[in-house]
């Protein structure tokens, strides 16, 4: 791994991951900022008792590129950005405008793919996509250290259509200091069948969906398909075909191998459609705390759009009832998806 560590103009940590060796990437920020000071609020729902993060200070960030600043483009004379580097390959960085932190505790990150502002991840060389694997796994490791962080959430959001506000190639990693709703769902699930049927519920998932109709792709070692019950038009979950709490507990190879995999799934998403397919991209990585019940990562890969010009919105039994209706069925998805790319 090839990594360069330095510290942004308001105390922010940035990190550099390289494909290779031989690149200085020491450049300072020569900006003036303000002093970085996270200001989020974690609330509890007395109803539901799901917790909601309150950041109000998020409004004012910045959105767009307008006047071709964009601010994850590496540095150029006369135009400072987030990177001070006049170039890099994976660049990770504190947000400048957080949803965790401070008081609430955790932390978020911002994972640059590319200095190539109109670049995809999909289009990425597989070194590249090797080099985020990496980047990933080392940012999981360093952030799992942080006092009272439950969970490494890894995901990207690409195209306006699900919520990115910059176009530039980019994904995000939040450290929550608790268990997000999902999490918190799977972990009683995964608790419930170790005690009725014993092992592991994702390892008993997989080999059931690696024998059925909804595989998409595979190597030897993970396993792509749609998951039985998708609440969304195209979904797929990629989950190692053995036991792996997260992303630093595979090997360097088993890791570019499913990185691979990833890539040749998000060239099948971006197939479906005449143009570049918006989608979410989001890694389970297992709870720290929970891992005697639930030690089993997966990704979850899912586009919002159900045809060339129809998405899928969240309306009131979703939003309101968080009850999902699927109008494609998992196994014409899967269909689709195996004949994409
Ligand atoms: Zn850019
Ligand atoms: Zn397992």
């Not at 950005?81 to 955790?106: C, K, M, Q, W």
């Not at 959001?157 to 709703?181: D, F, K, M």
């Not at 890969?301 to 109008?327: C, H, P, Q």
Request: charged share 25%.
């Amino acid at each position: 791994m090839y990594r360069t560590s330095g510290t942004l103009a308001d105390g922010r940590a940035i990190h550099y991951y390289d494909d290779g060796p031989g690149h200085d990437r020491r450049a300072a920020d020569e900006r003036d900022l303000a002093a970085f000071t996270p200001a989020a609020e974690l609330r509890i729902d007395p109803l539901t008792r799901q917790p909601v993060l309150i950041a109000a200070h998020r409004q004012t960030r910045t959105a767009g590129s307008a006047g071709g600043r964009c601010p994850l483009c590496p540095s150029r004379p006369g135009h400072p950005s987030e990177i001070p580097a006049d170039d890099y390959h994976v660049a990770v960085f504190d947000n400048r405008f957080p949803s965790l932190g401070g008081a609430v505790g955790g932390r978020t990150e911002v994972v640059c793919f590319s200095a190539g502002h109109d670049q995809s991840v999909a289009a990425l060389p597989r070194q590249r996509l090797e080099t985020i694997g990496r980047a990933w796994a080392d940012r999981t490791a360093r952030l799992s250290e942080l006092p009272g962080v439950q969970s490494v959430f890894v995901f990207e959001n690409r195209g306006a259509e699900v919520g990115a506000t910059l176009s530039h190639p980019h994904g995000q990693i939040y450290a929550y200091p608790y268990l997000p709703p999902v999490q918190a769902a799977v972990v009683r699930a995964a608790r419930d069948h170790r005690v009725r049927h014993g092992g592991c519920l994702l390892c008993a998932v997989v080999e059931r969906e690696a024998a059925g109709p909804r595989v998409v792709s595979g190597t030897g070692r993970f396993l792509a398909y749609v998951p039985e019950a998708a609440r969304w038009p195209y979904e797929v979950h990629i989950a190692p075909r053995r036991c792996a709490a997260d992303l630093t507990a595979l090997a360097d190879d088993e890791r570019d191998e499913l990185m691979a995999l990833y890539g040749d799934l998000l060239r099948r998403f971006d197939g479906l459609f005449d143009d570049p397919t918006p989608y979410m991209a989001c890694w389970h990585q297992t709870p720290l705390h929970h891992r005697d019940v639930h030690a089993h990562f997966y990704g979850q890969l899912f586009t919002i759009r159900r045809d060339v010009d129809k998405l899928k919105y969240l309306a009131s039994s979703e939003s309101g009832a968080g009850a999902f209706i699927n109008d494609i069925t998992p196994e014409a998805a899967a269909h689709r998806l195996r004949q994409s790319g």
